[in-house]
């Protein structure tokens, strides 16, 4: 099992991105402990795993188990956007330095991340599960999902790992169970590289809003995680608008809109900094965003 280092521009906060993964990890899929995190893959049509967790000095260091040897390069490849790993601490924290409460909360935590994933679909049809749900609840649709149709991994590790392979696009547009994550596999089967990092945010979110039963935070959400936008903002989530009440009462989201402009282009750490304020609010590390009201705004 080769292991290869992810070097990144310290510093950089590996509880809260081990934990943020960590709570929506999919069973049969993921596995996270206080030392790694751990995942089934599916490349060139074969299966393994790879392991992620703190190494010595400004690395992080990856152990990949997959028959193809060619394939490290393609692991690494997504490894590193998933743990954040080219992000630019100090550019982030000049970016938002002008809004005093973005400011004291990059100071208190100058190396948390913007946690990416391993596949756009999978990040999106995870999304879609969640939407209205809680993440304990989110998880146990997306488990539903994997033992209905995910594949059983070709060389399983030894329990209790990962088992499974979750589904690709190709498989869930013959299912009726969870209907708008079949309408998507069905947009990402005619365009595979849609929810690639580096597609155009503002394009591929128009594009997802066209789809029954996802709304804008959704969209933002897979903007934000998958596509690995800088800019992404969620305006209507309600996790947000709690978390800059300074006593006078919760903003609208025009006026997140019109404050997040001063935040520009690091609308997404500005996101997820706000989200873990108001987890360690709340006496939680890190909690799900909170939605919008209407039925297509995920929770």
């Known amino acids: 099992m080769p292991s290869v280092a992810l070097p990144y521009t310290p510093p950089y906060d590996w509880p809260a991105i081990r934990d943020y993964l960590a709570a929506r990890a999919i069973p049969g899929v993921e596995a996270v402990t206080p030392e790694a995190y751990r995942r089934t893959i ?3 049509g074969r299966h393994g795993d790879v392991t992620v967790g703190p190494g010595e000095g400004d690395v992080l260091v990856a152990r990949i188990r997959h028959p193809d040897p060619g394939a490290v390069p393609a692991v690494m490849a997504r490894l590193r956007p998933m743990f954040d790993c080219d992000a630019d601490p100090a550019a982030i924290r000049m970016g938002l330095a002008e809004d005093p409460r973005l400011a004291r909360l990059v100071a208190a935590r100058p190396g948390l991340r913007v946690p990416g994933a391993w596949d ?18 989110a998880t146990r649709l997306a488990g539903r999902l994997v033992a209905a149709f995910g594949a059983p991994l070709t060389d399983p590790t030894d ?33 595979p590289g849609l929810l690639a990092p580096g597609q155009p ?9 066209r789809l029954r039963g996802i ?16 800019d992404a903002l969620p305006a209507g989530d309600l996790a947000l608008l709690r978390a800059l009440d300074d006593g006078g009462g919760r903003p609208s989201p025009a006026g997140l809109l019109a404050r997040s402009q001063a935040w520009r ?4 750490y500005a996101v997820l900094h706000l989200w873990a ?23």
């Open 42 to 44: 599916d490349l060139y």
């Open 120 to 137: 756009g679909f999978e990040l999106a049809a995870r999304a879609i599960l969640g939407q209205q749900v809680s993440v304990a609840a």
């Open 159 to 191: 329990p209790p790992g990962p088992s499974h392979v979750l589904p690709s696009s190709h498989v869930l547009p013959s299912s009726h169970v969870f209907p708008t994550p079949e309408r998507l596999a069905a947009v990402v089967a005619e365009a």
């Open 201 to 209: 945010p503002e394009a591929v979110v128009a594009a997802l809003r």
């Open 215 to 230: 709304g804008d935070w959704t969209a933002q959400y897979i903007a934000l995680r998958a596509l690995r936008a800088p």
């Open 265 to 268: 282009p690091w609308r997404s």
């Open 277 to 299: 304020s108001e987890g360690d609010r709340n006496g939680i590390r890190q909690q799900e965003p909170g939605c919008a009201p209407g039925p297509k705004a995920p929770g």
